[in-house]
């Protein structure tokens, strides 16, 4: 082997002495590769060669029957004796039906003369040659030095996805050459450093029917220059990153193709994964996939437990307000078990929850993302809660408080998205005032969560399909519980005043009680599975304003309580970072409603299948607490 052998890269071209493969050809030799044309016609491979390389140093000719296997590895053994490497293999030839799979011409045979045996040439040339290419390319491409990989380009049509009646063959073939290159990508990728990608051709100037050129128009035919500035996409990705995509090209267009939403939702995600007890019977190890499954899951439906017993709901916040709900609801749904996720499973809150025999209790905190990953292992559900108000009362700013917000929503995200059977995640979020009013109003604890629903959708689409958001308005709690809205008494007077930083008359959502609503709306999402996919929901049936709670609170306390509101300034001096962000959020209220949602993505507590007697709302939630003593 010479001295050129490692100098340019080095590439095969299947179906490369015409049409689309010796565009593909010529332009990737005028970027300095060597080429190895592939064809069955010697007098014309030879005089395409020739024309590129007249020495043969930089561009060959392999007669090959590409649906041959051993003829494809002969020409890959004589590539790497001349070059000592092989680079980027583009999986070009093919051609249309050489037949008729219709029988039309068999209409007036009789019933015993069975049709002569169709020609598959079509599926033998573009299928499986591309199947064999691949094959023999990882092969090859494994012994490069000094980094083993390369790259695999296949050449598809847009028949594939949308086909054309005159090419049954040929449209089936074609789909299957997408779905070759979607399903070999991670695995090609991830074990052998090997990118495979697909071009879909609209029609191009080929000779693979007569009058090719006269059956389209013009602006219909796909420029010479977008089919090698598609080309190019993959071939200069010098990072080697781009694996399992599609692009079309279109006249001077070019598209990408995304894989297809799921319509089955999580019953279509897990049928796609590897199951690696399986993967290591066929093929001699195991994938190592991120999302494949290593066994069964917990509760699989050969033990009955999946479909006749429950599935597990990992469950965050499980001693706050949101996920305790969720906990005491879902606890005594059939069908699941709860999984209790904190940080610390030794606090007293966290050994109440595990004292419960009907809830397990497992450790995962929000700064570990491998921490979550493993609290989440097995779930089909799980529902993720962030808490801003935490950080802002150990001393962080509202923004500070925001950022480590943001940071826990996406480590939630990412651990749920790397469970291989998770079905459905469910995410407690808030509407942005920075978003709706921008370079006017920010509220910080709704603006963080609304970054991880955009986050989510940019960054885990797989995951984004199977999300549903929900928004939680006003706890009624928080007359109780919370100092900056806790009505107090003027001494002496036996009257109470609630000081708020808004207008009586301002509305708010009112998610109600909070030990048992937050449950039922995730239990009903559950429910409803893929039909609340990728919707937000409200959890509350009502809409208050501050002046028709505090009336509701003295009707059912007898004590005489009135608002007195005061500017942001003022409550700012009372209550510091904590009394700001409440104002905010209050001028937000003014301004809009800020939870309104509707159209394709929203679902209503009518969809959800949402019980309103069993719904506990503001009045049902200040009688508990009047009736336990908390305003005596």
Request: charged share 20%; proline share 6%; with cysteine.
């Amino acid at each position: 082997m010479g001295s050129l052998q490692n100098e340019a890269r080095v590439a095969i071209i299947t179906g490369g002495t015409s049409g689309i493969g010796l565009e593909v050809t010529r332009h990737l030799h005028a970027k300095g590769w060597r080429v190895v044309l592939l064809g069955r016609r010697p007098e014309v491979g030879i005089e395409k060669a020739a024309s590129l390389d007249p020495s043969g140093t930089t561009a060959v000719f392999e007669q090959c029957d590409v649906s041959s296997y051993a003829e494809q590895a002969a020409v890959f053994k004589r590539v790497w004796a001349r070059w000592g490497r092989l680079d980027l293999l583009i999986a070009n030839a093919g051609t249309i039906d050489s037949g008729s799979w219709y029988n039309f011409r068999g209409r007036g045979a009789a019933v015993e003369d069975v049709p002569p045996e169709p020609s598959t040439a079509c599926t033998d040339t573009h299928l499986k040659a591309l199947m064999y290419g691949t094959h023999l390319a990882t092969h090859f491409m494994r012994h490069n030095q000094p980094s083993p990989g390369g790259k695999i380009i296949a050449t598809s049509s847009m028949l594939g996805v949308h086909p054309c009646p005159s090419f049954p063959e040929y449209s089936a073939v074609e789909s299957a050459v997408i779905q070759w290159v979607r399903v070999n990508a991670p695995l090609l990728k991830h074990k052998e450093n090997i990118t495979i990608n697909s071009v879909m051709m609209g029609p191009a100037v080929t000779p693979a029917m007569p009058g090719f050129a006269k059956a389209f128009l013009p602006e219909q035919l796909v420029l010479p220059s977008t089919i090698r500035r598609a080309y190019d996409l993959f071939i200069d990705d010098d990072d080697n990153k781009r694996t399992g995509e599609t692009v079309e090209t279109a006249h001077d267009q070019i598209y990408w193709y995304e894989m297809p939403e799921y319509k089955a939702g999580a019953l279509d995600v897990r049928n796609q994964l590897a199951y690696e007890p399986w993967f290591a019977l066929i093929h001699g190890e195991k994938s190592d996939l991120d999302d494949a499954l290593h066994g069964p899951p917990e509760g699989n439906a050969e033990d009955a437990g999946r479909i006749g017993e429950f599935r597990i709901i990992a469950v965050t916040g499980a001693t706050g307000a949101q996920g305790g709900g969720v906990v005491n609801v879902l606890k005594k749904t059939p069908g699941w078990k709860v999984r209790a996720v904190t940080r610390n499973p030794d606090s007293d809150a966290a050994k109440k929850l595990a004292a419960d025999g009907d809830v397990e209790v497992v450790r995962g905190d929000f700064e570990d993302e491998a921490s979550l990953v493993k609290a989440f292992e097995g779930a089909a559900a799980v529902f993720a809660v962030t808490n801003w108000w935490e950080s802002l009362f150990t001393g962080k700013s509202q923004w500070e408080s925001g950022e480590i917000e943001e940071r826990h929503g996406m480590n939630l995200a990412r651990a749920a998205a790397k469970t291989p059977t998770l079905e459905h995640y469910i995410w407690s979020t808030q509407p942005s005032s920075k978003t709706r009013f921008p370079g006017q109003l920010e509220t910080p604890h709704m603006d963080y969560k609304a970054k991880v629903d955009a986050r989510i959708r940019a960054e885990l689409p797989d995951l984004a399909r199977k999300t549903t958001y929900l928004y939680f308005g006003y706890y009624p709690q928080n007359m109780a519980y919370f100092p900056l809205l806790k009505p107090f008494e003027i001494p002496g007077t036996g009257q109470y005043i609630q000081v708020v930083a808004t207008k009586p008359d301002a509305k708010v959502l009112l998610t109600g009680d909070m030990t048992v609503n937050p449950g039922i709306w995730v239990r009903q999402a559950l429910a409803t599975g893929p039909a609340a996919f990728g919707k937000y929901a409200k959890v509350a049936l009502e809409r208050w304003s501050f002046q028709q709670m505090i009336d509701k609170w003295s009707e059912i306390t007898g004590k005489r309580a009135f608002i007195i509101p005061v500017p942001e300034e003022t409550w700012t001096k009372l209550w510091g970072p904590a009394g700001t962000e409440l104002a905010w959020q209050f001028k937000f209220g003014e301004l809009c409603d800020p939870w309104q949602v509707s159209g394709q993505d929203y679902i209503s507590a009518e969809e959800l299948g949402i019980d309103a007697n069993e719904v506990v709302g503001f009045e049902g939630t200040i009688k508990a607490f009047a009736d336990a003593g908390m305003f005596n």
